[in-house]
């Protein structure tokens, strides 16, 4: 059975960091493309960044240059490392998982059309 569980959320004040982590287990292997969505209140899911089975990334521009995803095979863990934190950054954080790429050409799928999906991590950022 795939599964995908978060871990790493909390609550930071404007300016602080957080790690984020998605431990993958089951069928989830080296070859599914994995990346992070995030729901704002009231708001869709929206991609925040990506990691391909070859290693290239993709950022949503809202977060360039503050948060870093990287992804340790062996461990078949995910992570984003998150930086400069924003009050707008408050949310519901998903890891998700597919075999097909989660972006092409910068542009996201829909989010409904990924295989599988963690249960969310909540971080709350203040000001």
């Known amino acids: 059975q795939a599964h995908l569980m978060e871990s790493g959320g909390g609550s930071v004040q404007a300016g602080g960091s957080l790690r984020l982590s998605c431990s993958a287990s089951?069928?989830?292997?080296?070859?599914?493309?994995m990346g992070w969505f995030r729901q704002l209140p009231g708001k869709e899911r929206e991609g925040v960044a990506d990691?391909?089975?070859?290693?290239?990334?993709t950022y949503a521009d809202s977060v360039k240059g503050r948060f870093t995803v990287s992804k340790d095979n062996a461990k078949n863990t995910l992570n984003l490392q998150m930086n400069s934190l924003k009050p707008a950054g408050t949310a519901l954080y998903y890891c998700?998982?597919?075999?097909?790429?989660?972006?092409?050409?910068?542009?996201?799928?829909?989010?409904?059309?990924?295989?599988?999906w963690g249960q969310g991590t909540l971080v709350i950022v203040s000001s």
């Open positions: 998700a998982a597919d075999r097909r790429q989660l972006t092409y050409g910068g542009s996201w799928r829909d989010p409904d059309a990924l295989e599988r």
């Open positions: 089951g069928a989830i292997d080296s070859s599914y493309h």
């Open positions: 990691i391909k089975r070859d290693g290239s990334t």
